[in-house]
């Protein structure tokens, strides 16, 4: 199946998905009880907190459908992007999916800044230790693993502080 990744604004920063179809990436969310993983340090859960959190300035989400029926298939988001670097944070809607990790990770990487450059040689990820198959994922998807550092996360769903596993994928070079 084919997969298409779109920012969720536009380059005029118009949002490029309808308010209700991201009501029901949220409704898919709390359906699949993905909530607490997602948000594992807390303050996002009701529909009004996550379209204001998604919408935040700061973030650069993209999400990713299925480009015969529009489904969307995942709903990811960059933060602290720069220096040719961002952190990786994600939800995929249903059972993971390998095609969608990689048209995620194409997306970012083929990312432009406006003289051309690639924007990302380097993503980042910070994943609670306790979230197993997110570990799983980054690994099957080419992040490297460095180690895991000590009460790093805050997770009240997981009883206070857990250790945050530190990881890396690098951007294939144009070069290549």
Request: hydrophobic share 45%.
């Amino acid at each position: 199946m084919p997969i298409v990744v779109q920012s969720l604004f536009d380059d005029r920063g118009r949002p490029a998905l309808a308010r209700e179809a991201l009501l029901g990436i949220w409704r898919t969310i709390v359906e699949e009880q993905k909530v607490e993983l997602l948000f594992y340090a807390g303050g996002i859960n009701t529909p009004a907190e996550f379209l204001e959190f998604i919408a935040a300035p700061r973030l650069e989400v993209s999400v990713a459908s299925d480009s015969a029926t529009g489904r969307p298939l995942a709903i990811a988001w960059l933060t602290h992007a720069s220096d040719a670097s961002a952190f990786v944070h994600y939800c995929v809607l249903g059972p993971p999916r390998r095609d969608v990790g990689k048209a995620l990770l194409r997306h970012w990487c083929g990312l432009r800044d406006p003289d051309g450059a690639p924007r990302f040689d380097v993503l980042l990820g910070v994943t609670p230790d306790f979230h197993a198959a997110a570990l799983r994922v980054l690994r099957i998807m080419g992040f490297t693993t460095l180690g895991t550092i000590p009460r790093y996360c805050h997770s009240p769903f997981a009883g206070g502080r857990c250790g945050g596993v530190i990881s890396y994928y690098e951007c294939p070079s144009a070069d290549a």
